[in-house]
């Protein structure tokens, strides 16, 4: 399981400052009904971690609860142009747009997240606390109000 303190432990690790508390399993949203298929079979989670000058995406190692010691995806805070987060079905999409390219990032809500993948990642099965759960509403309003900022 990928405790919290130790995921900010190694995002630190890797020379960035995590934002205490803003951090939420993520995975790639498909763009398409082939993509969904494919991501039903065999699918890639993520930490979206907001640290001091960037979003960045910490893979876990497979399905395994625990998380590699990588940056996948690092996207400076000054490059967003905009973030848009809205309610889709089981889930929330992410939509990053930077001056590069647009992101599309899926999670799970938190009302069903103990059931799902998003719980057994973050701790559920030794029945530590699901910090996916604990930082959705906060993580996604912060994510929203960068939007301010600009």
């Given at each position: 399981?990928?405790?919290?303190?130790?995921?900010w432990d190694?995002?630190?690790?890797?020379?960035?400052?995590?934002?205490?508390?803003q951090?939420?399993?993520?995975?790639?949203?498909?763009?398409?009904?082939?993509?969904?298929?494919?991501?039903?079979?065999?699918?890639?989670?993520?930490?979206?971690q907001?640290?001091?000058?960037?979003?960045i995406?910490?893979?876990?190692k497979?399905?395994?609860?625990?998380?590699?010691?990588?940056?996948v995806?690092?996207?400076?805070?000054?490059?967003?142009k905009?973030?848009?987060?809205?309610e889709?079905?089981?889930?929330y999409?992410?939509?990053?747009?930077?001056?590069?390219a647009?992101?599309?990032?899926?999670?799970?809500?938190?009302?069903?997240?103990?059931?799902?993948?998003?719980?057994?990642?973050?701790?559920?099965?030794?029945?530590s606390?699901n910090w996916h759960?604990?930082?959705?509403?906060?993580?996604?309003a912060?994510?929203?109000?960068?939007?301010?900022?600009?």
């Amino acid at each position: 399981m990928a405790k919290e303190k130790e995921t900010w432990d190694i995002i630190e690790k890797m020379g960035y400052i995590p934002k205490k508390n803003q951090s939420i399993v993520v995975s790639y949203a498909p763009q398409n009904l082939s993509a969904k298929l494919l991501k039903f079979f065999c699918n890639q989670f993520y930490v979206l971690q907001i640290c001091e000058a960037e979003i960045i995406l910490v893979p876990f190692k497979d399905i395994l609860p625990t998380l590699k010691e990588e940056i996948v995806l690092k996207i400076p805070l000054a490059s967003i142009k905009e973030i848009e987060v809205k309610e889709s079905g089981l889930n929330y999409n992410i939509n990053i747009e930077t001056e590069e390219a647009r992101i599309l990032l899926t999670t799970e809500q938190k009302e069903l997240s103990n059931l799902r993948v998003g719980g057994y990642l973050t701790g559920l099965t030794t029945l530590s606390k699901n910090w996916h759960k604990e930082n959705l509403d906060k993580t996604l309003a912060t994510l929203t109000a960068l939007n301010l900022h600009k």
